[in-house]
């Protein structure tokens, strides 16, 4: 196995190894690759829907995602895809997976299976380097704060994604979600504090309104995303991303208008989250 940086803060190329064969040996180092750089790329897979499935069983547990369309012979697997006519794409706005969850999916593994001509990149943003570059004021005003995490107002029947063309693909819109989780916890594998929060799902501070916490919380925001704890990944057929949701943020990015892309995707069952 060979690991190549992507970028000097946020993720990792793993070459060398087959997923759907590796050893118990080559999987530990997956993982701490994973947890320490956030995320792992592998090209050149041949990795079947069968394989993607054991794969993820080897983690732990997946979780099962209550929104995206599942895939009809597999159900562990979600599809997320845009048609050609569709202008709106799945996950198009940094975000981590599923911290509306009392225990947040650790992570998720990602396969192309239909890719545009060009675009439709994904990027990550590191969150432990997020956390170092903050400045020491901004560390000490969010020791000990704990967030409120929903995803209602992005799934409901009258939520974001209803207002778009992407509202008849999803599931779940009658789901109540909500979670409180520290702003800086620690990693359960590395120790690394990592900031956890996020524009998509992170609402308020326990014991503030939305209104007194959004100055901050548009602060962490921007601090989150600098040049250099970002990487970028270009989809080719037969490359799979591997992240931690604890680590990074995530975005889709939507540049391929007028053509079909469609990723399979299993989540991985995560555990509790603790300053």
Same mark, same amino acid.
């Given at each position: 196995?060979?690991?190549?940086?992507? !970028?000097?803060?946020?993720?990792?190329?793993?070459?060398?190894?087959? #997923?759907?064969?590796? *050893?118990?040996?080559?999987?530990?180092?997956?993982?701490?690759?994973?947890?320490?750089?956030?995320?792992?790329?592998?090209?050149?897979?041949?990795?079947?829907?069968?394989?993607?499935?054991?794969?993820?069983?080897?983690?732990?547990?997946?979780?099962?995602?209550?929104?995206?369309?599942?895939?009809?012979?597999?159900?562990?697997?979600?599809?997320?895809?845009?048609?050609?006519?569709?202008?709106?794409?799945?996950?198009?706005?940094?975000?981590?997976?599923?911290?509306?969850?009392?225990?947040?999916?650790?992570?998720?593994?990602?396969?192309?299976?239909?890719?545009?001509?060009?675009?439709?990149?994904?990027?990550?943003?590191?969150?432990?380097?997020?956390?170092?570059?903050?400045?020491?004021?901004?560390?000490?005003?969010?020791?000990?704060?704990?967030?409120?995490?929903?995803?209602?107002?992005?799934?409901?029947?009258?939520? #974001?994604? !209803?207002?778009?063309?992407?509202?008849?693909?999803?599931?779940? =819109?009658?789901?109540?979600?909500?979670?409180?989780?520290?702003?800086?916890?620690?990693?359960?594998?590395?120790?690394?504090? #990592?900031?956890?929060?996020? *524009?998509?799902?992170?609402?308020?501070?326990?014991?503030?309104?939305?209104? =007194?916490?959004?100055?901050? #919380?548009?602060?962490?925001?921007?601090?989150?995303?600098?040049?250099? @704890?970002?990487?970028?990944?270009?989809?080719?057929?037969?490359?799979?991303?591997?992240?931690? @949701?604890?680590?990074?943020?995530? @975005?889709?990015? @939507?540049?391929?208008?007028?053509?079909?892309?469609?990723?399979?995707?299993?989540?991985?069952?995560?555990? !509790?989250?603790?300053?």
């Amino acid at each position: 196995m060979q690991l190549t940086p992507m !970028a000097p803060k946020c993720g990792v190329e793993i070459s060398g190894v087959s #997923l759907a064969t590796c *050893s118990d040996a080559e999987m530990d180092q997956i993982k701490q690759a994973i947890y320490e750089h956030g995320v792992a790329v592998f090209r050149d897979q041949e990795f079947s829907p069968e394989d993607h499935i054991t794969f993820g069983r080897r983690w732990g547990g997946i979780d099962v995602n209550n929104y995206f369309p599942l895939q009809e012979d597999y159900n562990e697997i979600a599809v997320v895809k845009k048609e050609p006519d569709q202008q709106t794409n799945i996950g198009g706005a940094w975000h981590t997976d599923h911290s509306y969850d009392q225990i947040p999916a650790m992570g998720s593994v990602l396969v192309a299976r239909q890719l545009p001509p060009s675009g439709g990149d994904t990027m990550w943003a590191h969150m432990g380097a997020a956390y170092d570059a903050l400045s020491d004021e901004l560390k000490a005003e969010i020791e000990g704060l704990e967030a409120f995490h929903t995803a209602d107002h992005v799934y409901k029947t009258d939520g #974001l994604y !209803a207002q778009t063309d992407m509202g008849k693909n999803l599931r779940g =819109q009658d789901l109540k979600t909500g979670a409180v989780h520290p702003v800086v916890i620690r990693h359960p594998h590395t120790g690394r504090k #990592l900031l956890y929060v996020n *524009s998509a799902f992170t609402i308020h501070f326990v014991g503030q309104t939305r209104e =007194q916490s959004l100055p901050l #919380l548009e602060k962490l925001f921007d601090a989150a995303l600098t040049d250099d @704890n970002q990487c970028r990944l270009q989809w080719k057929p037969g490359t799979i991303a591997i992240w931690d @949701n604890r680590t990074t943020w995530h @975005n889709a990015i @939507n540049d391929y208008q007028g053509h079909a892309r469609e990723m399979h995707r299993i989540t991985l069952s995560g555990e !509790a989250l603790a300053a």
